[in-house]
């Protein structure tokens, strides 16, 4: 038994293969999983009758003029040199040209398909459902173990969806399973009521991988389905007679998931807004509703019978007192007027006024006598003095007397309390004594206000004490 390290047997392996074929050679088959690289280096699939190859086709080649542009479904003639790569333990056929040789088997069927179902109206947007914007449970068709399903349902729980998600599990390969898919289709429109979207999902694949998704009876289903689907099969370059005929096409199976998961995440947003909303408006109402059982109570207890003879009773009362203040205040303002008149009647009785006149009589007679004797004593020590003299005297004696009694007079004027009426002032008066700081008042009396040439009756209001 030969013995070999990794490295030893696969450059064994590698000399084998490029010593058989060292020169070009070309190889027939179907192009399938094609996909370009940003450097423009194109990498594929030739298939044929369930064998794969896996084929280059570098930038240098495929760039040149009138090179042939390969495509998902071709059927081609690939001329180029088989090699091993030591790095992955794989070998390609590297393309170095490309001969177009016609549609492949495959995708022939599917734009067959595509265009006798298109010509149908099953691709048309008017028979097409929209996704509801409440939705509470869904229904996933899928292979329960494909990672497109792990994809979906990580998405859902990223996005904290709170879903119900029913998985119904189908086959997601092979042409002959179709009638399977159909019969777990049938169950859930059997359930429709339950679901408010179907998902129908499977990771990518070859065309041929993804034959059974491309079958007419599936798609005749698919759009019978009173349930919105969303077909989610394969990557986003993946287009299948599904896709075209499902309600919403996702890219990918986690495309499918967000789709889903925006209109839960959408709902509860506006499920949070109507509820605030409510809320506020409930709020708004109870507080109306307080306000208006507040001002019922209020208006119901002021119209209520008790409450009304209650005012009538304060009312009563508070006349009560008020006539009873009235006619003690009359009583007194009567009195005291009474004793004013009585105090002026006794000052201007005749017998006082005569006495007062004889008093005054009396002392003026005294007086001019006084000054008389004291006159003609001083005068006796002139023995010139004539009759003339003497009585210019006299006359001179009475003048100053005279000048005397004027001044007096004027002093009098002057601390009359009456003159103070010609500089704009006023005496206030009650009940004939005049009004001052210390004269008794309620509210209501009646006070006499002078100036100079007019009475005024006015009532008592207040009387508020003033800080100099």
Known sequence: MRSYTVKEFTEEIKSILTATYDTLISISGEISDISCSSAGHYYFRLKELGTVLNVAYFKNYSSVKNAFIPKHGDKVVVIGMVNLYEADGSYKFLARKIIFSSDGDLYKQFTDS??????????SDDRKKILPSNIGRIAVATSLQAAALKDFLSTIKRFNAKLEIDIFSIPVQGVQSVFEVIKVLDKIEQLSENYDILVITRGGGSLDDLSIFNDESLARKVSSMSVPVISAIGHERDYLILDFVADVRASTPTAAA?????????????????????IDSFRDMIEEYSYNLDRYETALISNSPDHVLNGYRAKLSFLNVRIKDVIVNRSYRE?????????????????????????????????????????VANKKSSLSLTGDKLVKVFDNSIERKRSSLSLIDAKLKLLNPYNVLDRGYAIVSKDGGVFNSDTTVVDGDCLEIRLKDIKVMSKFITKENIKI
């Open 258 to 278: 967000e789709i889903v998961a925006n209109i839960y995440v959408e709902m509860e947003r506006k499920l949070l807004r109507l509820s605030s909303s409510l």
């Open 114 to 123: 595509k265009n006798r179902l298109e010509l149908e109206g099953l691709f």
């Open 335 to 375: 009195r005291s007027k009474l004793n004013y008149l009585h105090k002026e009647l006794e000052k201007s009785h005749p017998l006082k006024v005569v006495a007062n006149l004889k008093s005054e009589s009396v002392y003026l007679s005294d007086s001019l006598m006084k000054n008389f004797k004291n006159i």
